[in-house]
């Protein structure tokens, strides 16, 4: 039996249901999650933990030297990700990472897993993650890294992740290597449920709103917009930029996919996806947006100065003022599920219908399965619990390599 233990576990918890789904025998020697929300949707997802912490600080593992056959765990990333304001581990939440280390020296489990943000790597001009390195290598741990893009393992979805896996046996690390990319079968349609509340629906009300908005922001000159046409039943893009202006053709003829964030002014990150392309990975406050028909000019950095997307493409607004990144345009795919949803789908072109990813999309997103999507908290908190969470495909496909290898790694030993 595998012995398993979990810090900022989170809601959904991708390890327990990544063995569950390998049938793996394992138990929970414990968990570590601050969030109640998150805890209670644990304890709904995988019955109760033999031992559940809800403050890493006060997690004394010592107790459980030796006890422990693999560790999962990935500090808060706020201040890694390319998204945010770049602290790096001096940051108020990154620097936890500090205190899950304590807990691994502790207890120095035979396996870990470390899952973080991309942006680890270049965090702090990459002092960061050469921390992270460093600090696993002075426990006595030989460690394996890579960057898995959870489309690559099965999810339609673009969510590109930092893994690093740690070993106390050198036969154990030589034996192991990452699994290879599958190609993707599924798109964003076949994550869709068919019957859906109104209340995920963008309402008339809501659109009335988004134009007086634009009558009101537009005289105080910071570009919104939100410019309606009746063409086929398309529109043009709504976009915003709170404080500064912005170009009209950032998006030249794009088919309308709403801002999804009922304030209105408030969200740049509204996307939406054509139910024929990829979603966007699954983040706490963001998605992507996808062109319906037709081929559509984005804006970008590049030497032709835009980049081309068409149907079952997606289109990310995030930085539509920044001179260094891309107009974040992806081939059948879009960008990650966040923890505040605010990516959509135009479900019906002739009506132009548009709405949020449910929280049962989003949960299907990240790799469960319908039989085991048993929801007991508000909308609100299911977005956060599911963009928080490791890709369980992606999962699946490290501990399918820990404990089912398909591929020995080449090796002079």
């Not at 039943?233 to 964030?261: F, M, P, W």
Request: charged fraction near 30%; aromatic fraction near 10%; hydrophobic fraction near 30%.
């Amino acid at each position: 039996m595998i012995r398993l233990a979990t810090a900022f576990s989170g809601g959904l918890a991708s390890p327990e249901f990544a063995l569950k789904y390998e049938e793996l025998e394992h138990g929970v020697v414990f968990a570590c999650e601050l969030d109640i929300y998150a805890r209670k949707q644990y304890e709904e997802f995988h019955g109760e933990a033999k031992t559940f912490y809800e403050d890493i600080t006060d997690l004394d593992a010592k107790k459980y030297h030796g006890e422990v056959d693999l560790f999962v765990w990935g500090s808060p990333c706020q201040d890694l990700s390319l998204a945010g304001q770049r602290k790096g581990f001096d940051g108020e939440r990154s620097s936890l990472f500090r205190e899950g280390a304590r807990v691994q020296s502790e207890m120095m489990p035979k396996v870990f897993i470390f899952e973080n943000v991309r942006g680890l790597m270049t965090s702090n001009d990459g002092n960061d993650y050469k921390e992270v390195v460093r600090t696993f290598q002075e426990m006595g741990y030989l460690i394996a890294s890579t960057i898995i893009n959870a489309k690559q393992q099965g999810a339609a979805q673009t969510r590109e992740r930092v893994f690093i896996v740690g070993f106390l046996s050198d036969e154990d690390y030589h034996s192991f290597t990452f699994a290879e990319p599958i190609p993707l079968k599924k798109k964003l349609r076949d994550y869709l449920e068919e019957e859906v509340d109104e209340k995920y629906y963008l309402s008339d009300k809501m659109i009335a709103g988004f134009l007086d908005h634009k009558e009101r922001h537009q005289k105080r000159g910071n570009g919104f917009k939100f410019q309606p046409r009746d063409i086929d039943g398309v529109a043009t893009c709504i976009s915003n930029k709170a404080g500064n202006r912005h170009t009209d053709n950032y998006i030249d003829e794009l088919v309308q996919v709403g801002n999804i964030d009922q304030k209105g002014h408030n969200s740049l990150w509204g996307r939406v996806y054509s139910p024929d392309g990829i979603g966007a990975s699954l983040k706490a406050n963001g998605g992507g947006a996808g062109a319906k028909t037709g081929l559509y000019k984005v804006r970008s950095n590049t030497k032709s100065g835009y980049e081309t997307a068409t149907e079952n493409d997606s289109i990310g607004f995030g930085h539509i003022n920044s001179k260094t990144r891309r107009g974040r345009v992806g081939a059948e795919c879009g960008q990650t599920v966040e923890c505040v949803c605010k990516q959509g789908i135009i479900e019906d072109k002739e009506k132009l219908r548009i709405r949020r990813l449910t929280p049962r999309e989003c949960f299907r997103l990240q790799g469960l399965r319908d039989e085991d999507i048993h929801l007991i908290n508000s909308d609100t908190q299911n977005y956060k619990i599911a963009g928080n969470a490791i890709e369980v495909n992606t999962m699946r496909s490290i501990i399918r390599q820990l404990y089912k290898p398909t591929k020995a790694k080449n090796t002079l030993f």
